[in-house]
């Protein structure tokens, strides 16, 4: 009796090894050696990724972690392929899962170490063991010396750099992501190009625009959704941007890029070209590979993976900067050192410090996470001026569900202004405020919504869908336990459910304004004010501004020379581009003149000091 139980226990404990063999996802296992530290063979890991799922297959033998390839991912090309390339190698290098984040793309660095865990895990491997890191280092410190530090390395850093290096000065770039340009890298590239007659040598099409008539525009365009107490654009720097951007693409085209009109001014207030491309390739990234090249040809010394931290002075000015690196720490003596570090959307503590009436609408900021307002945070050290308010550039989709839906399920990030999904565009819809007022034409400019919504204080918002798209609809129904979201059959119901007074009169107004094709509130054209269907259910979901970039950061001359608060300026310290353009504009951008801006401020500082140090 005995040993036929023992039998059936040893039978079932077999059955139980092959089980856990096959569900653990190894694909070439071998058995576990006493010594060993895994089950040898290929396993499969899966984690969610910025985008969407993360899969890798790891290779171990018994003693080691062999081979990790990401297999499957949505991330986006350029802004994850530091983590995609660097993750692997520095947790086969130090075989620990303790390695240095790859800035701007943690999430993706995240899930793919995540993913890891699990194949650690399946083949049997000590996680506690591989989370204790490698050694800590000691870190080497390099010192550097040039005639010019430029920190950051988007379109600003960029020309900064060419520029003075074919002026004749010895550059050192420092750039904190994997990779340089790769905030510019997805974009469309386009650039304001304003075809006025002061710059008509350089004109990519006919135009009978006076600097004066493009200057009345540029005020117009700003000042939607805008302010009259803010006491900018700044319209004598305005003008030296409009005169300069021919000029700024004219100097691109020497660097290997051509440009032809892709907007004109009727159709975006502006003039804007865009690089001709092969159709292949992204415009950003043709940008930025054509920009590298030619910083690299003129010899400029690069570090990425460098963060500047600390502004050096000497005699009440600026002598370098400090960097540093996974592993090295760098001391950087250079005569002027220019400040191109971006926006500061990244950083909440910014955000709560300039743009605060946005907290409440639970913005999403959708631009480069490693735009944390840097520059104006080592620029204050030294004494900096910052402006005193800040604002947003919206994205192109203006509005997105709340962070809690998008982070739920990345697809709903496919509802906004441009959504993919027939019914999901957010521009035919219904916007209401807590209390279940309209308050914005939700066709209008995201500049003017992003206003309306932040001024007005009577967050949180809500869109309302109706039941017409079963994409939308079952899209819908993954995000209705997040609590952002409410559904009922009927409006009376989803009123009462909502506690939103006025939901079912704004609805019933609504649908008669968008039967007659005339909005009568807020002038939303009729081919955009769409009836709801007569039938629920209808879904409310919480909506707030998305924005990529931001206007604020820190005060400089004419010549982007840092000021401090009393006016003088800090010899040697500089800075460019979205960390400086708040003089640009009163709320809302100009049709692609922060990128013109940027390329403009950049290549004219870079003259300016290289001119200077040859002096
Ligand atoms: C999705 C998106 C769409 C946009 N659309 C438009 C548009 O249609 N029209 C328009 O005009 N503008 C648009 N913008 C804004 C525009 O692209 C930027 O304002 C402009 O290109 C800014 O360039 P920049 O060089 O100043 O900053 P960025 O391109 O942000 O570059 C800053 C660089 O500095 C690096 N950095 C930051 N801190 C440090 C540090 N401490 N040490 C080292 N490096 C550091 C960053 O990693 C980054 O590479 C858009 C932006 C985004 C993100």
């Known amino acids: 009796?005995?040993?036929?139980?023992?039998?059936?226990?040893?039978?079932?404990?077999?059955?139980?090894?092959?089980?856990?063999?096959?569900?653990?996802?190894?694909?070439?296992?071998?058995?576990?050696?006493?010594?060993?530290?895994?089950?040898?063979?290929?396993?499969?890991?899966?984690?969610?990724?910025?985008?969407?799922?993360?899969k890798v297959e790891v290779t171990f033998s018994e003693?080691?972690?062999?081979?990790?390839?990401?297999?499957?991912?949505?991330?986006?090309?350029?802004?994850?392929?530091?983590?995609?390339?660097?993750?692997?190698?520095?947790?086969?290098?130090?075989?620990?899962?303790?390695?240095?984040?790859?800035?701007?793309?943690?999430?993706?660095?995240?899930?793919?170490?995540q993913a890891v865990e699990d194949c650690v895990l399946q083949?049997?491997?000590?996680?506690?063991?591989?989370?204790?890191?490698?050694?800590?280092?000691?870190?080497?410190?390099?010192?550097?010396?040039?005639?010019?530090?430029?920190?950051?390395?988007?379109?600003?850093?960029?020309?900064?750099?060419?520029?003075?290096?074919?002026?004749?000065?010895?550059?050192?770039?420092?750039?904190?992501?994997?990779a340089l340009g790769r905030s510019f890298a997805t974009s469309f590239g386009n650039v304001m190009m304003a075809q006025v007659?002061?710059?008509?040598?350089?004109?990519?099409?006919?135009?009978?625009?006076?600097?004066?008539?493009?200057?009345?525009?540029?005020s117009k365009m700003t000042m939607q959704g805008g302010q009259?107490?803010?006491?900018?654009?700044?319209?004598?720097?305005?003008?030296?941007?409009?005169?300069?951007s021919g000029a700024t693409i004219a100097w691109l085209e020497q660097h290997g890029l051509e440009y032809q009109i892709s907007f004109t001014k009727e159709q975006r207030g502006a003039d804007i070209v865009k690089p001709v491309t092969d159709g292949n390739q992204v415009a950003g990234e043709l940008v930025i590979e054509r920009l590298t090249n030619s910083l690299k040809e003129q010899g400029a010394t690069i570090?990425?993976?460098?963060?500047?931290?600390?502004?050096?002075?000497?005699?009440?000015?600026?002598?370098?900067?400090?960097?540093?690196?996974?592993?090295?720490?760098?001391?950087?003596?250079?005569?002027?050192?220019?400040?191109?570090?971006?926006?500061?959307?990244?950083?909440?503590?910014?955000?709560?410090?300039?743009?605060?009436?946005?907290?409440?609408?639970?913005?999403?900021?959708?631009?480069?996470?490693?735009?944390?307002?840097?520059?104006?945070?080592?620029g204050a050290q030294v004494g900096a001026a910052l402006y005193e308010d800040g604002w947003?550039?919206?994205?192109?989709?203006?509005?997105?569900?709340?962070?809690?839906?998008?982070?739920?399920?990345?697809?709903?990030?496919?509802?906004?202004?441009?959504?993919?999904?027939?019914?999901?565009?957010?521009d035919k819809l219904m916007l209401v405020n807590q209390a279940g007022q309209r308050m914005t034409n939700e066709a209008g400019p995201g500049v003017v919504i992003a206003a309306d919504l932040i001024d007005a204080k009577e967050a949180p918002y809500y869109i309302l869908f109706d039941s017409s798209s079963e994409e939308v609809v079952s899209l819908l129904e993954t995000g209705l336990d997040s609590g952002d979201i409410y559904k009922a059959n009927t409006m009376a119901e989803l009123e009462k459910l909502s506690k939103m007074n006025h939901l079912v009169s704004t609805f019933n107004e609504y649908q008669s304004m968008a039967k007659k094709g005339v909005d009568t509130e807020f002038k939303k054209p009729a081919e955009m004010l769409q009836a709801y269907a007569a039938e629920g259910p209808y879904y409310l979901v919480k909506f707030?501004?998305?924005?990529?970039?931001?206007?604020?950061?820190?005060?400089?001359?004419?010549?982007?020379?840092?000021?401090?608060?009393?006016?003088?300026?800090?010899?040697?310290?500089?800075a460019v581009g979205e960390l400086a353009h708040r003089f640009l504009y009163n709320r809302a951008h100009f049709g692609n003149a922060s990128n013109s801006a940027s390329l403009t401020m950049g290549r004219n500082v870079g003259k300016l000091l290289a001119e200077q140090v040859q002096q």
């Not at 297999?71 to 983590?83: I, L, P, R, S, Y």
């Not at 490698?134 to 600003?156: H, P, W």
């Not at 009259?228 to 300069?244: H, L, Q, S, T």
């Not at 970039?549 to 300026?569: H, I």
Request: proline fraction near 3%; charged fraction near 20%.
């Open 392 to 426: 947003i550039i919206p994205s192109p989709g203006k509005l997105l569900p709340s962070k809690k839906l998008t982070d739920l399920n990345v697809n709903f990030n496919k509802l906004n202004s441009y959504s993919p999904l027939e019914g999901g565009v957010t």
């Open 544 to 574: 707030v501004p998305d924005f990529v970039a931001t206007m604020g950061g820190l005060k400089t001359t004419g010549d982007c020379q840092v000021v401090r608060e009393d006016g003088t300026a800090i010899d040697g310290l500089y």
């Open 303 to 378: 570090l990425t993976e460098a963060t500047a931290t600390e502004l050096i002075e000497a005699d009440g000015g600026v002598v370098g900067v400090k960097a540093s690196s996974p592993d090295k720490n760098f001391v950087i003596h250079a005569k002027n050192v220019v400040l191109a570090t971006g926006g500061f959307g990244g950083s909440e503590e910014y955000i709560e410090q300039l743009i605060p009436d946005i907290l409440a609408t639970g913005y999403q900021f959708s631009g480069t996470g490693v735009n944390t307002g840097d520059g104006m945070t080592m």
């Open 123 to 178: 083949a049997g491997g000590d996680l506690t063991a591989l989370k204790i890191g490698a050694e800590q280092k000691e870190k080497q410190v390099q010192t550097l010396e040039a005639d010019i530090a430029v920190i950051g390395s988007g379109l600003s850093g960029l020309s900064t750099a060419i520029s003075a290096l074919e002026n004749g000065a010895s550059v050192i770039v420092v750039e904190k992501q994997a």
């Open 1 to 54: 009796m005995r040993s036929r139980a023992l039998r059936i226990v040893a039978m079932l404990l077999t059955v139980m090894l092959v089980l856990v063999m096959v569900g653990c996802g190894n694909t070439g296992g071998k058995a576990v050696t006493e010594a060993g530290l895994y089950q040898a063979g290929t396993y499969v890991g899966v984690a969610q990724g910025k985008m969407g799922d993360i």
């Open 228 to 244: 009259e107490g803010i006491p900018y654009p700044d319209y004598e720097r305005v003008k030296e941007i409009i005169v300069d």
């Open 63 to 113: 003693n080691a972690i062999d081979k990790i390839e990401v297999v499957e991912f949505n991330e986006t090309k350029g802004t994850a392929d530091g983590a995609i390339d660097k993750i692997p190698a520095r947790i086969i290098e130090g075989q620990t899962l303790v390695v240095d984040a790859v800035t701007g793309a943690t999430a993706t660095g995240d899930a793919i170490i």
């Open 197 to 218: 007659e002061e710059n008509e040598a350089y004109h990519k099409a006919k135009s009978d625009d006076t600097l004066d008539q493009a200057i009345e525009r540029w």
